[in-house]
């Protein structure tokens, strides 16, 4: 048997399983790419503004479904981004009345003035 008929012969034992592990690869890179489009994916998420009152403190802790977000002069300046769904939004300061909101993020932008109102002595 010469070198190019053993050649031969390797090849068309190899050939059946280079193409089942080709096809297997395609299969993967193929689901993998699916699952990464998010068919059926969630909507958007909504933009959430929050305009601070010149009397609300800029340092009141901003939380959004019990979550530490910032300070509430940060996000006033920069917004934030909420998934659609139902959302409590609520800014604390010690010697403030908490402002506190149920807020359900669909599709329109959201917008609140915050104002923040001192306990009385």
Do not use: N
């Amino acid at each position: 048997m010469t070198d190019e008929s053993r050649l031969a012969a390797v090849l068309r034992w190899l050939t059946p399983y280079v193409a089942f592990l080709a096809a297997g690869v395609l299969a993967l890179l193929l689901v993998l790419s699916l699952t990464s489009c998010q068919i059926g994916a969630e909507r958007p998420a909504v933009s959430l503004s929050l305009e601070r009152s010149a009397k609300s403190p800029r340092d009141a802790a901003v939380t959004i479904d019990e979550e530490y977000i910032g300070p509430l002069g940060y996000v006033a300046a920069r917004g934030v981004q909420l998934p659609a769904g139902k959302h409590r939004i609520t800014i604390e300061k010690p010697g403030y009345f908490p402002w506190d909101r149920l807020v359900e993020a669909g599709t329109a932008p959201i917008h609140f003035d915050v104002e923040l109102e001192p306990i009385p002595d």
